[in-house]
DNA sequence: CCAAAAGTGGTACGCTAGTACCAGATTGGT
DNA sequence: ACCAATCTGGTACTAGCGTACCACTTTTGG
């Protein structure tokens, strides 16, 4: 503790929940970006002070400025990142909803779900993109904050994949869906582990023999 | 490169594979032991030169003596500590194969699958130690050259498994156990995301679920 | 319009990491 | 017994981290 007395006017403790100006906000804003991309690059590891103010091209003192630890860029980017994706999957669950009548093939259903558990940069993008995945769900177990979020997140992507099984005349319940999760996740851990090339081959293999 | 003509006789480079005194040999082993249980108490990332050297009582520079790098260390560390576990199953199918017509209940079955799966340190360790165990199967992704070694203990875990179950009366084909240890690796996971306080209670449900 | 609040950015501090260095002690083969 | 190989252990170097500091400029509300 250096001066318990002091601090005059600087905000650096409780109140750095949010910006008050528009370009204060903008640049808020433009830190969370910059910290989500350097998570899904290279994990919770690659969230650091400097890395974020660089990716975002501002100076190192606003990370520290908008953000009062590094935790809670951490958690603003895993909020950030994890909303964007469960975007995306409801995008194609609407894209589905709207074509009617038309059925997805067995196949186009397998490839979706894999991207709702993969990611669906894992296409192409191969190893990394599925392994920095399942460091980030491995490591959230490490940071008990990010709980609440994680919990909230996975609930939303287990009804997702609930409705889009549903939409594509694949019904499964809810038991079932935390089954078949639990079953991708593991197999694609265990694929890992192995150094295996071609995770999402692994779960796909699984899935295909899982689904009706 | 600072000198490339001089070494005139240190082994930092390449001769680290072991030592040639017992005195020697005694110390390099210390630090492997030391190494491990810091590994199984807080992750790869608990493995540190100074850390392993104040744990084994020896000296900082004992460490880049007896291995040329933090990865050589970690390395030895995971195949310790693999081994060891693995010679404590053993130990178990042992067990049972001597205590010859007097069969595993269905329960006790169910918890040394666990023991294997989960580390049997996790009856009442709790969350920590399987967190651990996760982190550092996925951590294993991140260092390649952990691949082979984490493989091989892999398949002989899996073996272990299959003969335990066949000697307990539940006999079970290598696909199905590729798959139940999957979805139990699956579960525990996603246990560990909701900071389940109660992972290897998650996976017992679905490992009972399982078992004939 | 003008104080006060908010934002800005260069710099520095304290810490810990991996690793290098090297003079001295110990040890093993001949 | 002796000399070279091996081992020992204190110390120091560089790099990167999170964070603090503070003079300065911009923005905002009354």
């Known amino acids: ?45 690659g969230i650091r002070h400097r890395a974020v103010a660089e990716r975002a091209g501002l100076p190192l003192a606003s990370t520290t400025y908008y953000f ?6 951490v958690e603003r980017a895993v909020e950030y990142h994890g909303r964007t994706e469960l975007a995306w999957g409801r995008d194609r669950l609407a894209e589905l909803a709207e074509s009617g009548d038309e059925r997805l093939s067995r196949d186009e259903l397998c490839e979706l779900v894999l991207d709702m558990l993969l990611g669906h940069n894992s296409r192409d993008g191969g190893l990394d993109v599925v392994l920095l995945r399942y ?22 992507l287990h009804a997702l994949l609930v409705e889009i099984l549903a939409q594509a005349g694949a019904p499964m319940s809810s038991a079932g869906m935390t089954r078949l999760i639990a079953l991708i996740d593991g197999t694609v851990v265990n694929a890992l582990i ?4 071609d995770p ?4 796909r293999r699984v899935l295909r023999a899982e689904l009706p």
Chains 1, 2 share one sequence.
């Open 1 to 45: 503790m250096p001066e318990p007395t002091e601090v005059p006017s600087a905000p650096t403790q409780e109140r750095t929940g949010q910006a008050s100006t528009p370009k204060g906000e903008r640049r808020r804003q433009a830190l969370v970006e910059a910290a989500s991309e350097l998570l899904v690059e290279s994990g919770f590891a």
């Open 68 to 73: 009062s630890s590094i935790e809670e860029l």
């Open 135 to 156: 460091e980030r769900l491995v490591g959230s177990g490490r940071r008990p904050y990010l709980a609440p979020l994680m919990r909230e997140m996975g609930d939303e």
């Open 194 to 197: 192995e150094a295996d090339t």
């Open 200 to 203: 999402r081959g692994a779960a």
